[in-house]
């Protein structure tokens, strides 16, 4: 696609109910990112995929945080039992090399 | 780790000013410092980035400057436009196993004033 595609847009959860929040990066980008970013701050690194692997997973929170990318594209992050503390932006960005991330326009999750 | 401090966090300027964002970091061993604009509704995109062995750039109106001795790099955006309106976000990062492992610095909103 043209650029970094996240869906959904909006998610609204209670708390304790499980979610999973997709990205499909730009078609080649190899290297794929997830990033957190509460209001006001800047992103705050997740996790990092090499195409299938998952190479950098130190900055998911706990263990109720996890993601995956099965083939190599379309990953997605799932947080389960949600806490109201998970509420914030969440970005997924991609990029062909080492540097130079392309970002999508985020997932904006609200845990009540 | 690595920890990246942004000033100032708004920054109000007149058309056609200059504009001046600095950070400063913490990690010795980062060796690249992009600049990303966050517009309202999307994702940071890149606009600028530099690498510890130059000590500037200059993109049409946007320049950073780094000093490794210091830890402080900058961003400077002259003739500024109503469009420069957005978040500025500094980051630093290093080579972690092959790729570029960023902290972002907290933003500066930047206002243009027409």
């Known amino acids: 696609g043209a650029g970094v595609s996240q869906s959904p847009r909006y998610k609204v959860t209670k708390r304790g109910q499980d979610v999973a929040l997709r990205c499909d990066p730009i078609s080649g980008h190899v290297s794929l990112y997830w990033y957190r970013q509460a209001l006001g701050q800047g992103p705050e690194f997740l996790t990092y995929?090499?195409?299938?692997?998952?190479?950098?997973k130190s900055g998911l929170p706990n263990d109720r945080f996890s993601a995956e990318r099965p083939e190599g594209s379309i990953s997605t992050l799932t947080i389960q039992r949600t806490e109201q503390r998970d509420s914030a932006m969440y970005r997924c960005?991609?990029?062909?090399?080492?540097?130079?991330?392309?970002f999508g326009s985020g997932t904006q999750l609200s845990v009540l | 780790g690595e920890n990246v401090e942004q000033h100032p966090s708004t920054l109000s300027v007149q058309e056609g000013d200059s504009a001046v964002i600095k950070c400063t970091y913490s990690d010795s061993a980062s060796n690249y410092f992009p600049w990303y604009k966050q517009e309202l509704g999307k994702g940071p995109q890149l606009i600028i980035d530099?690498?510890?062995?130059?000590g500037e750039k200059k993109d049409q109106r946007i320049a950073v400057t780094l000093n490794k001795t210091a830890k402080h790099f900058s961003l400077h955006i002259t003739e500024t436009q109503p469009e420069d309106s957005a978040v500025y976000f500094c980051?630093?990062?290093?080579?972690?196993?092959?790729?570029?492992?960023?902290?972002f610095g907290t933003g500066t909103k930047l206002q243009v004033i027409p």
């Open positions: 960005a991609s990029s062909l090399g080492p540097e130079k991330l392309f």
């Open positions: 530099i690498r510890s062995n130059v």
């Open positions: 995929f090499n195409y299938e692997a998952q190479q950098d």
């Open positions: 980051a630093a990062g290093r080579n972690s196993g092959g790729y570029q492992k960023v902290t």
